[in-house]
């Protein structure tokens, strides 16, 4: 009962723009942070950037600058807003939250399915 659908990859050229956005369904008794990840292959999977509930964000430093997350609380959505691609920001991309279902459960992370972003050069 809990879903996390990304949305909005794709092939690009460097410099080009690209907006992710990643949407929660289901019910949650608290949502503490909202946030993406990449892995490319053969690689570790990294932070990107994190968006806390209330307000505060981070940016991982190979995308200061360049990227931006922004979300919307109440839609329980998370964008990345990808400006001056680069072809090493290829990879798969992953939305994840981390909250709990209930006031009697643990915090837990969840994860989408991915969408690929390739930058060619």
């Known amino acids: 009962q809990v879903q996390l659908v990304e949305s909005g990859g794709g092939l690009v050229q460097a410099g080009g723009s690209l907006r992710l956005s990643c949407v929660a369904s289901?019910?949650?008794?608290?949502?503490?942070?909202m946030g993406w990840y990449r892995q490319a292959p053969g690689k570790q999977r990294e932070l990107v950037a994190t968006?806390?509930?209330?307000?505060?964000?981070n940016h991982a430093d190979s995308v200061k600058g360049r990227f931006t997350i922004s979300a919307d609380n109440a839609k329980k959505t998370v964008y990345l807003q990808m400006n001056s691609l680069k072809p090493e920001d290829t990879a798969v991309y992953y939305c994840n939250l981390k909250g709990s279902r209930s006031p009697f459960t643990r915090g837990a992370d969840y994860w989408g399915q991915g969408t690929q972003v390739t930058v060619s050069s």
């Open positions: 289901g019910t949650f008794f608290s949502i503490n942070v």
């Open positions: 968006f806390t509930t209330d307000g505060r964000t």
